[in-house]
């Protein structure tokens, strides 16, 4: 694994996600936003969890494909059509599932969550944008 999580005392103790990320490996990895999708280009989900799931599912094969894992991601930002801080339960209960079937991180790499107005149709409702560092 290139990157460590860390939780510097003066900052935040949550315990969902580790606020500060040191990779430690040769090769940073910028994958585009990933929506929450099937390969063909339908939602997975129609509600927030399960595309943030799928979303994170995707991500991860980025990363795989790459030829990193899980342990590789340093960093998640979350787009999330009409943010408000309601919705964090489904944000986390779609972690929670990417945590049990995809092997995600817990806690996770530090995450940013940016409302937006819209995505690129008006079926998705998150898209997830990762970096890794990759030894």
């Known amino acids: 694994m290139a990157v460590e ?3 510097p ?3 935040l103790q949550q315990s969902d996600y580790a606020p500060v990320a040191v990779g430690t490996g040769s090769r940073l990895m910028l994958l585009a936003g990933q929506a929450g999708v099937t390969p063909d280009f339908k939602p997975a989900a129609p509600d ?5 799931h799928a979303a994170l ?4 094969i980025g990363v795989r494909g790459a030829g990193g894992d899980v342990g590789d991601l340093a960093r998640l930002t979350f787009y999330i059509v009409d943010w408000v801080p309601e919705k964090w ?3 986390l209960a779609g972690i929670a599932r990417a945590q049990q079937a995809e092997g995600l991180p817990a806690p996770t790499p530090p995450i940013t969550i940016i409302g937006v107005q819209a995505l690129f149709t008006p ?3 998150v898209e ?3 970096t890794a560092v990759l030894d």
């Open 9 to 11: 005392d003066g900052l």
């Open 89 to 91: 339960d489904e944000v």
């Open 57 to 60: 599912r995707n991500i991860i």
């Open 128 to 130: 997830i944008e990762a």
């Open 123 to 125: 079926d998705f409702v």
């Open 5 to 7: 999580f860390m939780h």
């Open 48 to 52: 927030l969890a399960g595309q943030v």
